[in-house]
């Protein structure tokens, strides 16, 4: 049975950088897409990015095109997500998620996701 871990998480100055790792165990991730969404404090989750399971297509929420990097490597059996210019509103829990379906576009689908991790805190902050 697939199981996601989050890591790459911490505190970080405005305009700074993170690089989120989702480990997969138990199960390849070579059909999957992956998601990997945020939940900031009294705020819904938000999809943020996605990956098909090639990795030949990617999408991107408004607020993060141009700063967020959605990626994987199939051999390692891990996804990323590289976050640069960060900003305060990137605050939240993210989390990644795997769909077996490997629905693309991914807007409107995150919900359905089968196969969740735990998540890791970023904090943007001065």
């Known amino acids: 049975q697939l199981q996601l871990v989050e890591s790459g998480g911490g505190d970080v100055q405005p305009g700074g950088s993170l690089r989120l790792s989702c480990s997969a165990s138990g199960a390849t991730l070579d059909y999957y897409a992956i998601g990997w969404i945020r939940q900031a404090p009294g705020k819904e989750r938000e999809g943020v990015a996605c990956?098909?399971?090639?990795?030949?297509?990617?999408n991107y929420a408004d607020s993060v095109k141009g700063r967020f990097t959605v990626s994987r490597s199939n051999a390692n059996n891990t996804a990323y997500l590289e976050m640069n210019s960060m900003k305060p509103e990137d605050t939240g829990i993210y989390y990644c998620?795997?769909?077996?379906?490997?629905?693309?576009?991914?807007?409107?689908?995150?919900?359905?996701?089968?196969?969740w991790g735990q998540g890791t805190q970023v904090t943007v902050s001065s």
């Open positions: 998620a795997a769909d077996l379906f490997n629905r693309f576009p991914c807007e409107g689908y995150y919900s359905l996701y089968q196969t």
């Open positions: 990956i098909t399971s090639s990795g030949e297509n990617t």
